[in-house]
């Protein structure tokens, strides 16, 4: 069973351009449920099996947003069993997804953002925090960007997105002044320790910028605010700020790099909570 749990995590990562991050997350979540299962045969697994196993996760107290993802990881993977021709047991068919409720992210104000970006930041803190939002990157997007893929005189960033997908983002004044503010600098980090890379966001020490270290960097700016932010909260804020300026669906959908436009739509919602809320502020 485990040696074709080792084909399917081959299948996801090389037919369908998953990050590590998610194959890790399908590893982790399939291990348990095949361990539960005492090995028995894929032919022998029932749909009965399975809700037990959800009985038990339910048991131990876990999300129902974890639980959810478990079951999926479950349907994808015998999925993929019955389509190999491994089997042709699916238990999974009936088995339903529970809903979750709708919960809208995190967003900063304007004045929250301006805030942020006017401390007394590093070269290399301002540019991360910058990026972040004026581009609205993911973290692991912004990580693994190379100096090559900066494009100062036409004005854009050539993004590598989920399963390798790249779009162009444009960036603004700001984002381009912060960009030559920090290049000197990593000129300086790359000489003293004797680098050879294409990397972009280089420490002091020689080390690369990880996702840990740009999670801790926008927690703490958020704190000086009295805000419990991530880097996904800049995301979030790039997206809804656009939309509530009139930014096309559209448009912001290809900034952002979703491949279904439904995702974006989320940020409409935000925006009209927004108004709301704004108009209640001021009329009460």
């Not at 090389?14 to 005492?38: P, Q, T, V, W």
Request: hydrophobic share 40%; glycine share 4%; net charge positive.
């Amino acid at each position: 069973m485990f040696e074709l749990l080792s084909l399917y995590l081959d299948f996801i990562e090389i037919e369908k351009g998953l990050s590590n991050n998610s194959i890790e997350a399908y590893r982790r979540d399939l291990e348990a449920f095949l361990g539960y299962l005492d090995d028995k045969m894929l032919s022998e697994i029932s749909r009965h099996d399975i809700s037990r196993y959800i009985r038990a996760l339910k048991e131990k107290g876990y999300a129902i947003t974890s639980i959810t993802r478990k079951i999926s990881s479950i349907k994808s993977f015998f999925k993929w069993a019955c389509m190999s021709g491994n089997t042709d047991n699916n238990p999974t068919q009936l088995i339903e997804v529970p809903k979750l409720p709708k919960r809208l992210p995190k967003v900063m104000t304007i004045k929250d953002i301006e805030e942020i970006l006017s401390h007394n930041l590093s070269s290399l803190d301002g540019v991360i925090l910058e990026l972040l939002y004026s581009c609205g990157f993911r973290v692991s997007e912004l990580v693994n960007l190379n100096l090559q893929d900066i494009n100062l005189n036409g004005k854009y960033i050539l993004c590598t997105g989920k399963g390798d997908k790249q779009r162009i983002v444009p960036i603004g004044n700001a984002a381009i002044k912060k960009i030559k503010e920090y290049l000197p600098e990593r000129d300086f980090f790359i000489l003293k320790n004797k680098l050879q890379t294409k990397k972009f966001l280089i420490a002091e020490n020689g080390h690369f910028i990880t996702r840990q270290d740009i999670y801790t960097l926008v927690h703490a700016q958020g704190e000086i605010i009295n805000k419990n932010i991530s880097p996904h909260t800049l995301r979030h804020s790039f997206a809804t700020h656009l939309l509530e300026n009139g930014a096309d669906l559209r448009v912001v959908q290809e900034l952002l790099g979703h491949s279904n436009v439904a995702t974006t739509q989320l940020y409409t919602h935000i925006s009209k909570k927004r108004l709301k809320d704004v108009y209640f502020e001021i009329n009460h």
